[in-house]
């Protein structure tokens, strides 16, 4: 059984590790600064599980086969992805740098925004980086355009392939369904989650 280790234990980590106990994933940990927080998810995910230790809260980060990075500052409606970067460029590059020392060969997916940017700040210390964004982008865009649409470019900065005139005047409608979702609810968290879930599940037959 792969260790799972979700660094970061907030909305997008919580509800990564409960899409993963879903999906029939044991062996989950979960490392956040907030250690009681941790602890206090990992328990609430062990009663989903039915299981005693399914999840687990480590505090301090330990050896892993795949590591999930959901830490940093969340996103807000008047915000780009990109003017989170230098703060959780700062979070992240340590993270990446104590992966390096523990697993070398571990697998690292990446959900902390603007996720290709510190994918590749991932890569100047691993060589197995998983970015997401990429299937829940093209989940938002079928709803958005009501086709599957071939996806370009980056989270931050994603372009369509393939429009059509009446088409790319909704461009405007998915470029602000992120900052829609958290002007109502907070944050965004389940797609993410779902597509983290569906990423780990790959890794894992590949394995």
């Given at each position: ?7 970061g234990a907030g ?84 993270v990446f740098r ?71 005047k909704l461009v ?36």
């Open positions: 059984m792969k260790t799972i280790c979700i660094i909305r997008v980590g919580a509800s990564a590790a409960f899409a993963l106990v879903l999906k029939g994933f044991r062996n989950i940990h979960l490392y956040d600064i907030d250690q009681k927080r941790a602890q206090g998810e990992a328990m609430d995910l062990c009663d989903v599980a039915g299981e005693a230790g399914a999840v687990e809260a480590w505090d301090e980060l330990k050896k892993a086969d795949i590591y999930v990075m959901a830490a940093g500052r969340p996103r807000t409606a008047d915000m780009s992805r990109l003017d989170l970067l230098e703060f959780n460029a700062k979070i992240s590059e340590p104590r992966i390096a020392e523990l697993n070398p060969a571990a697998h690292v997916i990446v959900a902390t925004n603007p996720s290709d940017e510190i994918a590749d700040i991932a890569k100047k210390y691993l060589k197995n980086i998983v970015v997401s964004a990429f299937i829940n982008d093209s989940k938002r865009a079928r709803i958005v355009f009501g086709r599957p649409i071939r996806l370009a470019g980056t989270h931050s900065n994603r372009q369509f392939e393939g429009l059509t005139k009446e088409e790319e405007s409608k998915y470029n602000g369904r992120a900052a829609e979702i958290i002007s109502l609810k907070g944050c965004t968290q389940w797609g993410v989650a779902s597509e983290i879930a569906e990423l780990v599940g790959k890794l894992v037959k590949r394995k």
